[in-house]
């Protein structure tokens, strides 16, 4: 109420807010002028650090609340861009159970809504859910020689598999035989002893619990007599 022909407006809450004026004088008072609107937007939510230490596919996505948040929409992408992001959720909760999540690293980002608007997004978070640890099968060698095959399962959502081999079960001191996408590796000139052999899977939610563990067996060679000499 005043003479100027402005007026500024300052911490103000979130919400959408309507404005009218109508002018004032001795003779009485204008009818009210066309209304105008103006939207204060939510402040962003805290996402917290997601927490998965078995790395299944059931976690907890959570967040701090926002006032004036009339509701909350959470993003899910499997690209740190948010390239393709899609709504998981959307509703007044500020916290959201994800379950029977697929393996990969997901990433996560919400913002509060009102009538005034969209609040900005909050900081991304990511959790990774890990493959399933593949099933090595046992390892056929009948003739105890340096070539046989060491194969395992198909798991859904590989990336990679990693196969380790040593010469004591408890995989003291294992070297990497194979690293790749096949589910089988051909191992050649072996030298003679037992071998343990065992598999995980990878992917980008991180590396599955190793396989069992499979033993195979090679033998010496056969030794090589000279020609026997017996010249009386």
Known sequence: DGTDTEF????????????RVRASSAGGDSPW?????????PAAPVLANIENDDGDGEYLVDWS??????????????????????VVYSGTASEFQVSGQGTGRW??????????????????????????????DPIENDDRDGEYLVDWSDVAGAASYWVEEDDNPNFHS??????????????SEQGPGEWYYRVQ??????????????SVAVGLPAPVLDDISNPE
Do not use: C, H, K, M
């Open 107 to 136: 990433y996560y980002r919400v913002r509060a809504r009102n009538a005034g608007g969209d609040g900005r997004w909050s900081n991304i978070e990511d959790v990774g859910v890990i493959p399933a640890a593949p099933v090595l």
């Open 174 to 187: 294992p070297t990497v035989r194979y690293n790749g996408v096949d589910s089988q590796f051909r191992v």
């Open 201 to 214: 899977t990878r992917n980008a939610g991180g590396d599955s619990p190793y396989s069992n563990s499979e």
């Open 65 to 86: 609340n926002v006032t004036g948040a009339a509701s909350y929409q959470l993003e899910e992408d499997d690209n740190a861009a948010f390239s393709s992001p899609t």
């Open 33 to 41: 002028s066309n209304w105008q609107s103006v939207g204060v937007i």
């Open 8 to 19: 500024l407006v300052s911490g103000r809450a979130t919400g959408l807010w309507y404005y």
